[in-house]
């Protein structure tokens, strides 16, 4: 079971963060465990946001809550003191090793939170020169010393695969190992990654690295590049976060699929941060479960101890209140045999011991009172005893409230603690469910970019010479193309289209109610500038006649009835038919983003019907919902109804 991120990981979770978290502002630090540091941040149009750093261990956002210490450290009372205020600047991954480097800049100053994540992991604050500022642990190396004002030093680093061409690549084979180990530790990629590589090259891991063959060379170089692509290329829209299920529990957390785990369950996720963090937060969980439950069952251990003593305790009473009644009792039953065997005995002691026949009782006798006193005494020790089994089966009662109380509390530690496992899904998503999709009321398929990455994918890898494509002038606008295979789209579908192009371009943000957007065909868009001049990603040429709408900006976010998928479509009649229930919003000041998609849940959740209300909080969760509201704030417009 993996118990920490490895380098790949690592280039995953950056990759998302660095379009999560910069421009972030830092509110908080807190060190809820040894090695673990809690950044609380506030992100524009997201509110708040948590980030776990985890020395040797993790990095990725959460959603789960630890309690924070009392007192908090030395090292968290730094961070307080030097980031809060300051807004993420930068986000990087130092070469491909574990080490995450988290710039933050403030008003008066500009530092660095390095976080190592390999083994005997630690944190380090440094100033803009380099020099550390303050570590989470000290700690000397051959190489460096990670102490107060000495110079940040990497651990020594090792090959980038992402950034390796081929003759680098033959360089490092001509060790004599394994091709296997070679790739798994001088290039870094672990034993999951290496043997992936092998496979999909047809190479036999365990051949010798400097027997390889040029093309075999090659075919490793090409997976590698194969595999890594969504990394390198920064492309979420290819992560297929999972987490790997096996019957004794979970075992691994990946940003994609690979072959060698083909055959297992898997649970899906909508961003590689929410994988790694059920993932991590179940075995973190785990771990507290197991102290929660050593501790208890030391305590219940204590009060079990306890227990039995006065188990004994109530026995003896028992015993000597019986005996004490007993002997009394036998005083008034044998009165005058008594009084004549203390005649016959002519003893002057005050004290006598009597063994009646027939009987196992041996009585003390005052003789300086009556037998009547003697009775008496008896039955006054009996009530002592009795005032004691009392007070000792009242102590036993509280007691054994303790030991249940210290069993409810292992009850809470696993129903309050570990995650919930999630409903496993194999099923292939399409490939346009990556971006923000609707069907024309006439039955074609339009697709709709989220940011300048996507934009790009979508125009390379999707549209056709004989798709439209719409665009606004406004800048940031998506790029949105429908797949009509050349054929001709009503005016019912291209006024839909319009509204959704327009309604995802910062004309909603800007609290427009109309806005315009133009029409072209695939063929007259191009990524090749006029001579002299450049594109930046996401954007493109547009040459030739175009066709201008114009279109109210508004759209539904709902369930789509057959396959029962949260959707966002254009707000027009025949598009809410297609849906069991939706969210209709226009532009306004109403509501965050953040807040809305809170309450769109919540819409949700409560208007369903009890026997679709946990098929409901599947599908309309507020990551997704999240990921398919238009830019700036919104306001409701219309509440659909229960399904």
């Known amino acids: 079971m993996k118990d920490s991120m490895s380098s790949v990981d690592i280039a995953a979770i950056v990759t ?22 809690r950044l609380k941040l506030h992100q524009k149009d997201k509110g708040g946001i948590d980030l776990i750093i985890e020395a040797g261990r993790r990095i990725h956002i959460t959603k789960y809550k630890r309690p924070s210490p009392r007192m908090p450290s030395n090292f968290s009372m730094f961070l307080r003191k030097h980031l809060t205020g300051g807004r993420i600047s930068q986000i990087r991954q130092l070469d491909f090793d574990r080490i995450v480097e988290i710039t933050v800049e403030r008003w008066d100053k500009k530092l660095s939170l390095i976080a190592e994540l390999l083994p005997r992991g630690n944190m380090v604050v440094i100033d803009e020169s380099g020099k550390i500022l303050l570590p989470l642990k000290r700690k000397s190396f051959a190489s460096r010393e990670i102490k107060v004002g000495e110079n940040y030093k990497r651990p020594p680093s090792r090959g980038n695969p992402l950034e390796m061409s081929e003759s680098d690549l033959m360089d490092l084979c001509k060790h004599d190992k394994d ?7 001088e290039l870094g990629l672990g034993g999951l990654y290496a043997e992936e590589v092998c496979e999909k090259a047809g190479v036999d891991k365990k051949k010798k690295a400097n027997a390889l063959t040029l093309n075999e060379i090659k075919a490793i170089h090409a997976t590698i590049l194969d595999i890594f692509e969504p990394i390198i290329t920064n492309d979420k829209s290819k992560f297929k976060a999972h987490i790997v299920v096996e019957k004794e529990g979970k075992v691994d957390v990946l ?127 009996a009530k002592v005893f009795r005032k004691k089994k009392a007070g000792v089966e009242s102590a036993i009662a509280e007691t054994q409230a303790k030991i249940s109380r210290e069993k409810e509390k292992e009850i809470r530690v696993e129903e309050e603690l570990i995650p919930k496992r999630k409903e496993v899904r194999r099923e292939k998503e399409e490939w346009y469910e990556r971006f923000r999709w609707f069907w024309t009321s006439d039955g074609f398929l339009v697709v709709g970019g989220k940011d300048a990455t996507s934009n790009e994918i979508l125009v390379k890898r999707y549209m056709e010479p004989n798709d439209l494509f719409f665009h606004t002038q406004a800048e940031g606008a998506p790029v949105v193309i429908a797949k009509t295979g050349g054929k001709e789209v009503s005016e019912e579908g291209l006024r839909e289209i319009a509204q959704f192009a327009t309604s995802y371009s910062n004309l909603w943000k800007y609290g427009f109610y109309e806005g315009e957007c133009y029409c072209v065909t695939g063929e007259q868009v191009s990524k090749t500038p006029p001579s002299g001049e450049y594109i930046k990603k996401g954007s493109f040429v547009v040459r030739g006649k175009r066709k201008y709408f114009k279109a109210a900006l508004g759209l539904c976010i709902g369930i789509e009835k057959e396959k029962k998928q949260l959707v966002a479509c254009p707000s027009s009649d025949s ?59 919104s306001s409701v417009k219309l509440r659909g109804r229960e399904v």
Request: proline share 3%; hydrophobic share 35%; net charge negative.
């Open 16 to 37: 998302e963060l660095q379009e999560q978290l910069l421009g972030a502002r830092v509110v908080r630090a807190y060190q809820p465990g040894k090695e673990e540091i």
């Open 179 to 185: 091709i296997l180990r070679v790739l798994a530790s």
């Open 255 to 381: 940003p994609f699929e690979l072959s060698i785990y083909e055959t297992k369950e898997k649970e899906f996720f909508p961003s590689f941060n929410d994988a790694a963090d059920d993932f991590f937060t179940a075995q973190i969980a785990e771990e507290i479960e197991e102290k929660a439950i050593g501790k208890r069952e030391k305590e219940i251990g204590k009060y079990e101890r306890i227990l039995e003593e006065q188990a004994q305790a109530l026995r003896k009473f028992k015993q000597r209140e019986k005996e004490c009644m007993e002997k009394g009792e036998l005083i008034y039953e044998r009165y005058t045999e008594i009084e004549d065997i203390l005649r016959e005995m002519g003893e002057r002691r005050k004290v006598v011991t009597l063994t009646l026949p027939n009987t196992d009782l041996q009585l003390e006798i005052d003789t300086s009172v009556s037998l009547h006193k003697n009775a008496n005494a008896y039955y006054e020790k």
């Open 575 to 633: 598009q809410k038919s297609r849906l069991d229930n939706f969210v209709e919003l226009v532009p306004g000041d109403d509501f965050e983003k953040n807040v809305l998609s809170k309450e769109i849940v919540a819409f949700f959740f409560g208007s369903a019907k009890d026997e679709n209300k946990e098929k409901i909080k599947r599908i309309a969760t507020q990551d997704k919902i999240l990921s398919l509201l238009p830019p700036g704030k």
